[in-house]
């Protein structure tokens, strides 16, 4: 049976791949939080927006400047976005070079080790542009009187 050791070879390889594919899963999760909080700040600056005819004086200030806060956090959200879609895509072009590798009975493991690399590299740079987001958002928070995102300012 000239097919065992093939199949055994690509066994192997789904084992390899099973790790990435539930990375693929977290990062698509991700990836839906970013696209919500993308949707909330376009929704957030639309509205604001359709108001800015009818105000004048602090109300049109203010106005404004969340305006220039809410691009801020799109701009850093989509930049999220796009390192961890690059992650995502990394990481299927790491699981096709293994099985590319396996099929065509190559070692391709330095290159599935270097995408994998770049990816963990460009999720961490998704994370923290997602974090910067999240920090943007907390330090212009304002329930009434109260900024919460300053507490740990020492306000």
């Known amino acids: 049976m000239p097919l065992e050791p093939h199949v055994s070879s690509i066994a192997s390889v789904i084992q390899l791949a099973v790790a990435p594919v539930f990375l693929l899963t977290a990062i698509g999760s991700l990836l839906g939080v970013l696209a919500g909080r993308l949707a909330r700040a376009v929704d957030r600056a639309r509205r604001i927006e ?3 005819s009818d105000q004048e004086g602090d109300a049109l200030t203010q ?18 976005i796009t390192a961890c879609t690059a992650c995502a895509l990394l990481i ?15 070692d391709l493991s330095a290159l599935a080790g270097s995408l994998f690399i770049v990816a963990m590299l460009t ?3 998704g994370l923290i542009s997602f974090l910067r ?9 304002r329930i009434g009187t109260h900024r919460p995102g300053l507490f740990w300012k020492g306000h």
């Open 63 to 80: 106005s404004l400047h969340e305006l220039q806060v809410l691009s801020r956090r799109a701009r850093w959200v989509n930049r999220a």
């Open 50 to 52: 359709g108001l800015l």
């Open 92 to 106: 299927c072009l790491e699981v096709a070079a293994l099985f590319i590798g396996a099929f065509l009975n190559t």
């Open 123 to 125: 999720l961490t740079l």
């Open 133 to 141: 987001e999240i920090f943007l958002a907390s330090q212009h928070l």
